[in-house]
C-alpha cells in the first residue's frame, strides 16, 4: 500500500515537473525524453521526436527495469540503450526524486538521443580507417621516393664517371691523331726520298704512298670519333641536368610526403578527438 504522505508529496512533485518538463525538453539541443514513477507505476511520460519507449501511464514498473534498481538503491543510474531495443539509440539517466526526509518516493528518467553520437563516432572511425589507409600509402611513396633519390643518385655519380672516362678518351684520340700527322709527315718523306731514288725508290714510294693513306684515313677516323665522343659528352651533360632537376623533385617530394604524412597523423588524433567528444554526450 502506498503512504499517504508518500502519495501528497509525489502529486505535489509530479504537477512541478509536467509544468516544467516541456519547457526543459525545448531547452536541450538534442532529441530527448522524460518519464516520472512513484515507487509502483509510471505517472507521466514525455515522448521525444525519436526517442520514444511509449511507456504507458498507469503500467506498473517492471521487476527488471532500472527504475527499480533506482527504487531500492536511492542512487542514480545511467545506462546505453542500443538502437536495436527502440529503434533509437539513447542514453538513459535516472534520479531518485526523495521527500523532506530523504526517503525515496520516486523516479524521474531523461532519456537522449544518441544518434548524433552513433553519426560522430562511424565519422570518426571512418576518418581514423582513411587516415590509416593514407598513412600506410604515404609510407610505401615516401618509400619508393626514397629508392628513386638513390637511383639518382647512383645515375648521377656514374654519369660523372663516364665524363672522367670520356676526358681519358679524348686524350687517347689526340695521341692516334698526332701518330695520324707524324706518320703522314714520315710518308711524306719517304715518298721525297723514293722520288730521288729513282727506279730503285719505286718499291719504297708504294710503301710511302700506304703510308700517307693509312694516316689521311687515321685522320678521318680520328675526327669522326672526336664528334662521336662530343656527341655522347653533351648527351651526358644533358643527363646530368635531368638526374640534378630529378634529385630536386624528388626531394620536394619527400617534403611534401612529410607534410602529407603530419596532415595524416593530425586526421588521426582529430578522429580520436571526435570519437572522445561523442562518447562525452
Known amino acids: 500500500m502506498r503512504d499517504l504522505g508518500q502519495n501528497v508529496a509525489m502529486n505535489d512533485v509530479l504537477e512541478h515537473l509536467k509544468a516544467v518538463l516541456p519547457m526543459i525538453q525545448q531547452l536541450f539541443p538534442l532529441d530527448v525524453m522524460f518519464g516520472v514513477t512513484d515507487r509502483e507505476s509510471f505517472l507521466y511520460y514525455l515522448p521525444g521526436k525519436e526517442v520514444d519507449v511509449k511507456l504507458p501511464v498507469g503500467a506498473p514498473i517492471p521487476e527488471k527495469a532500472g527504475f527499480k534498481k533506482v527504487l531500492e538503491s536511492g542512487q542514480p543510474a545511467f545506462s546505453n540503450v542500443p ?25 524521474i528518467t531523461l532519456g ?57 678518351t679524348n686524350e687517347i684520340v689526340e695521341f692516334i691523331r698526332r701518330i695520324a700527322a707524324n706518320s703522314n709527315l714520315l710518308g711524306l718523306n719517304a715518298a721525297i726520298e723514293a722520288a730521288r731514288a729513282g727506279d730503285n725508290g719505286r718499291g719504297f714510294a708504294v710503301v710511302a704512298n700506304e703510308i700517307r693513306n693509312m694516316a689521311v ?52 588524433s582529430s578522429a580520436t578527438d571526435i570519437e572522445k567528444v561523442s562518447r562525452l554526450i
Open 83 to 107: 538502437k536495436e531495443v527502440y529503434g533509437v539509440p539513447f542514453k538513459s539517466s535516472s534520479l531518485p526524486i526523495k521527500n523532506a526526509d530523504g526517503t525515496t518516493i520516486g523516479v
Open 217 to 268: 684515313s687515321s685522320a678521318s677516323s680520328t675526327q669522326d670519333i672526336t664528334k662521336i665522343l662530343m656527341s655522347i659528352q653533351t648527351g651526358i651533360r644533358e643527363l646530368e641536368n635531368k638526374l640534378a632537376s630529378c634529385a630536386e623533385q624528388s626531394e620536394l617530394q619527400a617534403k611534401a610526403t612529410e607534410q602529407i604524412s603530419i596532415a595524416a597523423q593530425q586526421l588521426a
Open 112 to 168: 537522449i538521443s544518441l544518434v548524433n553520437q552513433e553519426m560522430l563516432s562511424c565519422t570518426a572511425q571512418a576518418m581514423a580507417a582513411s587516415s590509416e589507409e593514407i598513412s600506410a600509402t604515404i609510407e610505401e611513396i615516401a618509400a619508393r621516393a626514397t629508392g628513386l633519390a638513390d637511383l639518382i643518385n647512383i645515375l648521377k655519380t656514374d654519369g660523372e664517371r663516364m665524363v672522367k672516362d670520356l676526358e681519358k
